[in-house]
Every structure is written in C-alpha cells, then in structure tokens.
T-cell receptor, first 115, second 115 residues
C-alpha cells in the first residue's frame, strides 16, 4: 500500500523562526509527492510538488520541501515563519491505480505561528 | 480562470432529506474528484471521473451516495436519504491530464450539516 504519514498533529513556531512540517512516505516505485495548505473555511491550496530532478523543491509563499529518498521523507520548510502561515498542512502521494490519478493525503499538521 | 466552483457553500438539512452538491471544474480539466473531510477520518476520496466517466468509486461509503458527471463542466454528488453522520465538508477538485505530476485544484467546499 502507498501512504504518507505526518507524525505531528500540531507544530508551534515563533514568527521569524524557521519552520519544518514533517512528512514521510511509503510507496512502491518512484514517489510523486505534494504539499497542500488549508486555511480556515477554505479549500486546499497547492503549494508544491516533487516529481523528479532536484531534491529541493520551491513553491508558493516562500515554502520549500526537501525530498530525501534514503529517509523516505518530504519535509516542508520555510526559513522565516509568518503569523499568516498559520493553517493546516497536508502532505499527499500519488497512488497509481491502473494508470489512474489518485492522491492519498496524510492526516494533516496544524501549524501555529505566534508573535 | 475562476477555479473550481462548488455550490452551495453551506447546507443544513434534516435527516432523511435528499442533498445535492454541485461542482463546476476548471475549464479544460478532464479529471474530477469528490472528497469528504471530517475530523475523525480526515480527507477521503469518494469518487473520481475521467472525461465524464466514473473511474473509481471505491470510496463511496454507501448506496445512499451517488455521483454523476453529465458533461465536462458539471458534476453532482447526491445523498439520499441523508443521515447525521454524513455531516462533513465535501470538496470537489479537478486536474488536467493523467500524468503523475498533474496537480489537483480544489474548490472551496460545501459544508453539510444533517440534523
């Protein structure tokens, strides 16, 4: 089975400090990994994705993620957190089903950035 | 582009009533997905379509749930009869193509409360 795990339900960080939201994956074959963000009462917004190539992927709003094959991880990072980054973050992996196009999402990590 | 459009944004109904949720995907996208989000179960894929044809409905919880896509610009998710445990946020998403790197774009969701 292909899956992602987000080991932390919540991450707290002070504004201006670096942040990391963790994600590990389990897939057979090459992983296709995504990060989404969900603000209160909103839909999920795409942040970034890893398909192939450079292990450091840059995305929207200053976020980046590092793909680490040996550790099967795809952690989301930002050098300097903002209060406005407070939201629910989801990691997702592409699941191949007969050539289909399904995403399996993690359980989400609530990020809280405080002044 | 207006993005994925969902209606209604909020729905309150009584147990036993029929509920119809609507979705307009991004123009030109050939994949459409219906998800359900609850605190207990997180984000679950219910069903997805490719070129208006249902591909995988293994996530549809019961026969009370049905989904249709009569044309490329419109899909419905129907619950009949509704039950209180159906209360959740229902998201529609769409994507272009079936390559592994294609991004799914989410609508704002319909918040359903069944009393």
């Amino acid at each position: 089975a292909q899956s992602v795990a987000q080991p932390e339900d919540q991450v707290n960080v002070a504004e201006g400090n670096p942040l990391t939201v963790k994600c590990t994956y389990s897939v057979s074959g090459n992983p296709y990994l995504f990060w989404y963000v969900q603000y209160p009462n909103r839909g999920l917004q795409f942040l970034l994705k890893y398909i192939t190539g450079d292990n450091l992927v840059k995305g929207s709003y200053g976020f980046e993620a590092e793909f680490n094959k040996s550790q099967t991880s795809f952690h989301l990072k930002k050098p300097s957190a903002l209060v406005s980054d407070s939201a629910l973050y989801f990691c997702a992996v592409r699941v191949l089903t007969g050539g289909g196009n399904k995403l399996t999402f993690g359980t989400g990590t609530q990020l809280k950035v405080e002044l | 582009d207006a993005g994925v459009i969902q209606s209604p944004r909020h729905e309150v109904t009584e147990m036993g009533q029929e509920v119809t949720l609507r979705c307009k995907p991004i123009s030109g996208h050939d994949y459409l997905f219906w998800y359900r989000q609850t605190m207990m179960r997180g984000l679950e894929l219910l069903i997805y379509f490719n070129n208006n044809v249902p591909i995988d409905d293994s996530g549809m919880p019961e026969d009370r749930f049905s989904a249709k896509m009569p044309n490329a610009s419109f899909s419905t998710l129907k619950i009949q009869p509704s039950e209180p445990r159906d209360s959740a946020v229902y998201f529609c998403a769409s994507s272009l193509g079936q390559g592994r790197g294609e991004t799914q774009y989410f609508g704002p969701g319909t918040r359903l409360l069944v009393l």
